[in-house]
């Protein structure tokens, strides 16, 4: 397993500031934030309980054939980046609901052919997340619509969530469903080696102990004493460099892969709902993450990147060995095809990558290469716990809290409000 970062920025950087007295103050720092009893996520792949029981669950309903994952931001989609990239089980179908839109609930429920083999996976910590609560009761209306009995409904259900509080872990004991776990320590967003993600990969096919195994190898690499040699110290640095020096406010994650793309919506959900906020002396910080996908976003956002501001970072992703390809060579008399006549499918988006970071670095933009060899579950786990692990440190950069959501909090509250006073009358609503 091998994940390689390499930093292509043409900017002249400020190299004084993060001195090695520098860097390994902020690993210290970053050592204890992984090592706080509030903060488990770097230790979650180290307990082989979490996939024991998400092995023991799947044996329990592995006879389902449609799978819908009920959740929001982390409760979705960790789950999804993990089935789009890795999943080989073609036997078993997939659906999220993962937003509070009417019609698009309805296309999901309209896809399940046999509601007697679905199996939905309702995933709140707190147990009372509005949106998922309001599509676990469309759910179950749904499954008694088609037939299914009232007794028979924790047949089609299994829960994740707080393992000692909330109302959906009062609500499973209550009436004998069947529950899975986020641990006390872990937030939505940093959650994939849980029970939340690892009970639907199960389904998907994925071998998840070499997720954990994946990202077990990389610790090292990311504990790595030596600063000079690791790779998350100094993607951090370069980053809070870019930033501090040049403005540089947005974070581009851009891999060369279709089955990655979610991967990249992942990112932007992990990067932004934790460091966008007010940090220790109240100055409004963040640095806005932006998905893309190669090559398709070279015919798209690539013009922005490439001639607009030059306040963007970009990971630029490859993965070096594809488990298929095609021959190009088709016999078209035409001039573009003759171009591709001798190369393969592979070696075509190797040289669009290439091509883009060369042409990147020549408009002197701010790329950071990654490498993977192949995209399986290995690769995938140290990438998850890579990318969580920077979002951690870049919180400490930042000095501010990257595991809480304060806005997402003030939001939730309002909309709240607001349907309270659509069942008030207009004399007496409140108006903020």
């Not at 529950?179 to 994925?206: E, K, M, N």
């Not at 040699?229 to 501090?244: D, F, R, S, T, V």
Request: net charge negative; aromatic share 10%; with cysteine.
């Amino acid at each position: 397993m091998n994940l390689s970062v390499n930093f292509q920025t043409q900017a002249n950087l400020d190299s004084k500031r993060f001195s090695n007295d520098d860097l390994n103050n902020h690993f210290e720092k970053f050592k204890a934030v992984i090592d706080s009893e509030k903060v488990g996520f770097f230790q979650l792949t180290d307990h082989s309980e979490h996939l024991d029981k998400a092995q023991d669950m799947y044996e329990k309903h592995r006879e389902k054939t449609h799978f819908i994952q009920v959740g929001i931001g982390g409760s979705a989609l960790g789950p999804q980046a993990l089935i789009d990239a890795l999943k080989t089980n073609k036997k078993v179908k997939f659906s999220f609901m993962d937003n509070t839109d009417a019609e698009y609930i309805s296309d999901v429920l309209s896809e399940i052919e046999n509601p007697k083999k679905s199996l939905f996976y309702v995933v709140s910590k707190s147990g009372g997340t509005a949106e998922t609560i309001a599509n676990f009761s469309i759910a179950r209306n749904f499954l008694r619509d088609n037939g299914i009995e009232e007794e028979q409904l924790k047949n089609h259900f299994v829960f994740c969530t707080d393992p000692s509080n909330g109302q959906l872990k009062e609500y499973a004991d209550k009436h004998g469903y069947s529950c899975l776990q986020v641990p006390y320590d872990i937030g939505g967003r940093f959650s994939v080696f849980s029970h939340v993600g690892l009970f639907p990969a199960l389904f998907a096919g994925i071998q998840i102990d070499e997720l954990f195994e994946g990202a077990n190898e990389i610790k090292a690499s990311l504990l790595n004493s030596n600063l000079e040699e690791n790779i998350l110290l100094q993607a951090g640095a370069h980053i809070m460099c870019l930033l501090e020096d040049k403005n540089v406010n947005q974070t581009v994650l851009m891999p060369y892969s279709s089955k990655l793309k979610t991967l990249s919506h992942w990112f932007v959900q992990l990067w932004g709902e934790s460091l966008g906020k007010v940090n220790s002396i109240g100055t409004n910080v963040g640095l806005t993450p932006i998905p893309a996908y190669g090559a398709t976003d070279q015919h798209s956002q690539m013009q922005l990147f490439m001639e607009g501001p030059s306040d963007k970072v970009i990971f630029l992703l490859e993965v070096k060995n594809k488990s298929v390809d095609f021959n190009l060579g088709s016999g078209l008399e035409m001039d573009s095809a003759k171009k591709l006549e001798s190369f393969k499918l592979n070696q075509l988006i190797e040289a669009q990558f290439n091509g883009t970071l060369k042409a990147l670095k020549d408009q002197k933009k701010n790329v950071i290469k990654m490498s993977i060899d192949r995209n399986d579950p290995k690769h995938m786990g140290a990438l998850i716990l890579f990318f969580e692990s920077l979002t951690a440190l870049m919180g400490e950069y930042m000095e501010i809290d990257a595991f809480n959501q304060p806005g997402v909090e003030l939001g939730k509250k309002y909309a709240y409000e607001y349907l309270k006073n659509l069942n008030c009358p207009a004399d007496k609503m409140v108006h903020n």
